[in-house]
Each structure stands twice: as structure tokens, then as C-alpha cells.
């Protein structure tokens, strides 16, 4: 209703004011003039003919006006539509030279985006004017040439005709005077061609000088004349003289004054002037002073060093030979180093080189190494022992360097067999050695079997290319060997080859070896190893008792075996084989993994905790003697546990066993006097005998009873298992 309300009063406004309007315009006529004006009597428009009063141009609309005859203030306008075609173009350009066309542009001054092109004409040459080049003779044409403005290499040439008449010579003219050193030249003019012109030379002449001012060489004296010379420009050897008249006075002289200091090697001068005529004056030479020098800078000459004096030396401007020394201090710190051998090499160690000062050998500021160590070369093993046992004790560090060049070594003995290489060796129990065997060979390209062991003084081992397999226990109980080089010919690494190997930190498997037998490096220190690809072979005590191994890398191209984490695994990981014994704390077994092998996990004594994902099917005995094993939980996907699985692991204190384990074998946990808290959540798992658990009869017949659930015991002293 308000809205109707609304609308009906606007309309009402709007007719009051069309009112109004009308009679305004009624009043008015067409004329909306000022007020102050007539305004002109109200009439209907005559309208004239549209004109345009801006034109359209390409980019922009065009106005046109038409005005009322009646009143020429009256206008009407409209827009004229946009003309593509009205454009303001500019002018064309192009790439055409005044021979060669080419394709022109233009640009509408209105709208840059507008162009036009089109093909232009070539300029044509626009000439310059002639300009002679070669002028002609009376008998040869010249030349003159023009160029184009378009383009300066165009160029047109002709001929300037040759002159073709006698001469009609004017007068000769001097036009460059001669002197006293110097031919002058004269020039006349054909009368017929004032561009036809003939020089010749003048004649020195010997009088044409031209002088410089007078010079006094020669001064007056009340009685003498005196000399006044002037030399010619031209040739300073052109000189004219003149008397200078005596002064014709007895001169009353002034004080002798000096005007130039003698020096160490010149002599000085003075002067004294007469008193009645300043311009008469006597001079006299001062005598040469030797001590007059003029010293420049001090310029060491001699550096001090660290025992004598250096030497500074200043020399004389006015003569090179005057010199003056001064001592310069000693300088503590100027030392001339060298290295000096001071410890030659010997058998036992290395040599020393020492930093000594050439001026005073007491002078030392550092050493290094010097030659290297002496290394004993011999072809026979008897020559060995003997040179051994002459020598002195030594230690590890400074193990004696021998280069072994023996054919056969081995063949069967071992290091208890007299004469062998081993024998000799602990023949000399007390003396170290580093053994370069890189020269030898070996019977059947074996090392042999023992042929090294309980060398205990054997520092280092290099077993030459050739060997194909390291014998059983080659090499075992050398307790020094800290490195071995093992060649790419190694085939094969026998059962204990290197055991209690106990200072060896780090061995290079060479790719090559494709099998390395039980304990081949059992006991030793090896902190990392990696199995090259060729290995197809890997017995899982390998590496039992390395208690320092962290982890076993496989060689992502070994076809047989594969590692995570340092542990190795088949190739498909389904098996988990060997734990290094070095593993610390809480060791997760990847998803996917079915089975954990045989001894495994044997005496990784720093492990704490093992998570087994649900994947494993399958534990063999694995974790025996796991010392800090505190917790375990079998999967319910593991259906058995085997004998003597978890046996010795003696701080095993919780265990929870899965729905799905059925039995649990002989000795799985004996020794875990640890244990006081076991979940089943099977409620008919076989416990084969007493023997299983720490009390086991106890926890077994609880069990028997009580079914699934967690059973504990009060401590570890307690033989009562109940359940909770």
C-alpha cells in the first residue's frame, strides 16, 4: 500500500513540472538565453544540412552539426561511424638502396597498429658533384669522380681531357724563401691555365740566418774588452761575435757571495759585484768538499738473519760510488730452514727429516717423515729366520716391513711345521712383522690350511693375485693383524680363516669371493663389512661373536642376498639370516618377512627389544644367549616356537605368545631366570616338559588350569607361578 502511495505522489511531481515547463517554452520560444538578454520569438527549427565538423578517422568517430537558420545558436550533432579507411599515413620506409627494390612500410600517425606495405621502387642515384681526383697533363687525360648520396659506395667516374698546348710561362716568383741551410723554391704560372704551374729550387743562401739573442761569453774588465755571441736558428754552429767595451772604471768590489755549493764531486762557485756597476761581476770557483754529499734513502743491502747482522746502505745522488753502510740488528726470527735427514730409516721405523736453519743447526722448527721404512727383501724362508732373529724386539707399531719372494708356500704346512713360514714366524714370537707376500705364490693357489695361525705378531698380510681360496684357519688367532689384502683372484674365505683375528677393525671383501665359510671372521673387531655381488655363499656364523659389527651391507647387485639396516636378509627379504652381534637396542623386522632364521639373533647381546610384524610365520632357534633381551611378544601368525629358541637370554623378563602358537619346544626359554611375567592367549599350547620356563613345572601346571591369560611370579627367586 505504500509502495502505491509512493508512486502515485511521484507522478504527481513529474506532471506539475512538465507543467511548468511547457509554459517556460511558451514564454521563451527555443531560446534558453541568459536572462539579462531579449530572448528571440519562439519559432519551430529550420534546420540546415548536416556538415562535418570533425571527420572520422580510422580509430576514432567523427562529429557532424547542423545549426538553425533561425538562431545559429541553436545546434543539433551526431557521430559519423569510424572510417577504416581514413588514415593519416605516414611516410614510407624500407630497405631499398638506389639500385636494388624492396618492400616498403607505412604507418598510420593515428593508430601505430595500422600498416601499410607495398613494393618500392629503388631510389635511382642522387650524384654529387664532380671532384677531380688525378689532374691532366699536356699529354695524359685526368680523372674526376661523383658519388652517390644514397649509397658512397656508388661511384661514376671520367676523364679530364689532357691540356693539349704550349705553356705560356709567367714570371718566376719566390714563394718559399731560401736560408742560410735550406734551398728556397720559386713558381711560375702558365698564363694560358693558372692551374698549370713549374717549381724550381733556389739557391742556399749562406747569409739567410736567423739569430738568437746575444749571449756574453766573455765579460768585461776596466781594461779588457769582453764577448758577446749569437747563434743562428737554422744551424747552431752559425755564430756571429761582438766586443762587449771595457768597463773603463777601477771597480770597488762587494763581498765574495756563493751562488752554487760545491758537493763531493763538484766544484762550488761564488761572485762578487761591483759597487758602481751592478751589471760588473767576478766570479771565483769554491772548492770541491768531500764530505758534501747528498745521500738518498737507506736500502738494506745485507738482510740480518738470526745469528749476524744485517748491512743498510745509502748512496751519494751526485756520485754512485760514495756509499755510507749501518749495521741492522740481528733478527731472532730470520731463520734460512732446509730439511735435514736427522733419523735415517731403518728396519724398525721410518726416517725423520727435521727443519734446520743453515746460519745455526740448533735452530729446529719441525719434522716429518723421512724415507720410508726399510723392508727387508728376501727369496728364502731360512735367510728370514736368520735375519730375525738377529734383530732387535720390537712392537706393533714398528713392525719390521718384509718382502717375501718365495715360490710354494704352504703346500700343506702349517705354522707348527718346522721350516714353514708360520714356524718362523712364531719362531720369533717377540719380533712384529708386516708381511708382503705379493711376489710369492702358493701350492694349488691355496693359502693352506693354519699356515699363519697363532702368529700373534703377524701386523699385516698381503696375499698375492694368484690365491684363489684362504685356507681353514689361514690365519687364526693373529691377535696384531690390523690389515689384510685379500686379491680379486679369492674364490672362496674358509671356516675360520681369520677367527680371533682381535685387532682387525675393517677388511675389504673383494668382488670376486663367492663364498665365505662359518666363522671366517669370527671374533674379530670389524665394526662394518659389505658383501660384494659375487658372494653366493654366506654361512650365518660368518661373523659370529664380532661383538664391535653394527652392520652387514649387501651390494644391491648380489643376486643371493640383501641387507636393511645392516641385517641381512635373502633376496626377497622373507628370511632374515645374520644380525650383526653389535646391534644396540630395539631392532623391528621389516613387514613381510616369514622367517627368522638359525641363529640369527645369536649373542647380539646390546639388543633390547625385537618388534616382529605379523608377517612371521616361522622362528627357528634364533635368539639364544640375547643377554639384554628384556621383552618379546610372538605374533599370533607364528605357530610354533622351536628348541631352545630364547635360551641364555638371561635379562628376558615379559613374554606374550600368540593365539597362534600350538607348541613350544624343549628349552625355548631355559635360563631366563629373568622371566616373571608370561602371557598365553592360547589356551592349548603344548609345553613339551618342565624344562621350557625358569619353575616350569609350576607355570605349567597353572597353566594346564587357568588357560589364556598372563601368569606371573612374585621374583625372580620364586618357584610359584599364578595366574592374574
Known sequence: MKNAIRTLGFAAIAAIALSFALTALSLTGCDNGDSGTTPPPAHTHQWGDWTVTTP????????????????????????????????????????VTCTTAGEGTRTCALDATHKETRQLNALGHEWGAWTQTKSPTETEDGEEIRICAHDSTQKET?????????????????????????????????????????????????????????????????????????????????????????????????????????????????????TLNASHIETRPVAIVPTAHNWGAWIQTTAPTCTTAGVDTRTCTHDGTHKETRPVAIDPTAHDYEWTVTTPATYLAEGVETEICKHDSTHTRDTRPGDPQLVYTTTNIADLGTWLSSQPANTATTAFKIKLNVSNLGGGSSSNSSGSLGYVLNNNNNKYVSLDLSGSTFSDNSTGNSVFDNCTTLTSVIIPNGVTSIGYSAFGNCTSLTNVTIPNSVASIGQTAFIACTSLTSVTIPNGVTSIDWGAFSQTSLTSVTIPASVTSLDRGAFVLCTSLTEINVASDNTTYSSVDGIVYDKDKTTLLICPAGKTGVVTIPDGVTTIGE???????????????????????????????????????????????????????????????????????????????????RADTTIVNDYIFPSGSSLRTAYSTGGIGTYTRPDTTSTTWTKQ
Open 158 to 274: 671520367r676523364a679530364v681531357a689532357a691540356f693539349n698546348h704550349t705553356h705560356v710561362w709567367g714570371e718566376w716568383a719566390l714563394t718559399t724563401d731560401p736560408t742560410c741551410t735550406r734551398a728556397g723554391e720559386e713558381t711560375r704560372i702558365c698564363t694560358l691555365n693558372a692551374n698549370h704551374k713549374e717549381n724550381r729550387p733556389t739557391a742556399i743562401n749562406p747569409n739567410a740566418h736567423d739569430w738568437g739573442a746575444w749571449v756574453q761569453t766573455t765579460r768585461p774588465t776596466e781594461t779588457a774588452d769582453g764577448e758577446e755571441v749569437r747563434t743562428c736558428a737554422h744551424d747552431s754552429t752559425h755564430k756571429e761575435s761582438r766586443a762587449v767595451a771595457a768597463l773603463g772604471h777601477t771597480h770597488i768590489w762587494g763581498n765574495w757571495t756563493q751562488t752554487a755549493a760545491p758537493t763531493c764531486t763538484t766544484a762550488g762557485e761564488e761572485e762578487r759585484i761591483c
Open 599 to 681: 641363529q640369527a639373533f645369536f649373542r647380539c647381546a646390546s639388543i633390547t627389544s625385537v618388534v616382529i610384524p605379523n608377517s612371521v610365520t616361522t622362528i627357528e632357534s634364533a635368539f639364544n644367549d640375547c643377554t639384554s633381551l628384556v621383552s618379546i611378544i610372538i605374533p599370533d601368525s607364528v605357530t610354533s616356537i622351536v628348541d631352545y629358541t630364547f635360551s641364555r637370554c638371561t635379562s628376558l623378563a615379559s613374554i606374550i605368545i600368540g593365539s597362534g602358537v600350538t607348541t613350544i619346544g624343549d628349552g625355548a626359554f631355559s635360563q631366563c631366570n629373568s622371566l616373571t611375567n608370561v602371557t598365553f592367549e
Open 56 to 95: 572520422a578517422t580510422c580509430s576514432t568517430k567523427g562529429v557532424e552539426t547542423k545549426v538553425c537558420a533561425l538562431d545559429a545558436t541553436h545546434k543539433e550533432t551526431r557521430d559519423i561511424p569510424i572510417a577504416p579507411a581514413a588514415h593519416q599515413w605516414g611516410n614510407w620506409a624500407g630497405t
